[in-house]
């Protein structure tokens, strides 16, 4: 397998973990507008949490996917 295919596959790779991280973070946050007057005040610290650290993980890996891209400029 080439160097390029690698790298393919890992784009490809990094994508569908992108992908999960995406639904996951909607569903979070729409649980979370869903639930503010019915909720206990920890599950919606815990939401809120969720949402922040699913958005970093979700802006990480989209970096990471364009390094990636970046780096197959050369190849």
């Known amino acids: ?3 390029l295919d690698v790298a393919k596959e890992q784009i490809a790779y990094l994508k569908v973990w992108l992908g ?3 639904v996951t973070d909607i569903s979070a ?3 979370l507008i ?3 007057g ?3 005040e920890i599950l ?3 939401a ?3 949402v922040v650290a699913l958005t970093a993980g ?3 890996l989209h970096r990471r996917i364009e390094r990636h891209i970046e780096s197959l400029r050369g190849l």
């Open 48 to 50: 809120v949490i969720a």
């Open 29 to 31: 946050f729409g649980w």
């Open 34 to 36: 869903s639930n503010l």
């Open 38 to 40: 019915t909720a206990t």
């Open 44 to 46: 919606l610290w815990a």
């Open 1 to 3: 397998m080439s160097e």
């Open 58 to 60: 979700v802006l990480l």
């Open 20 to 22: 999960i991280l995406v």
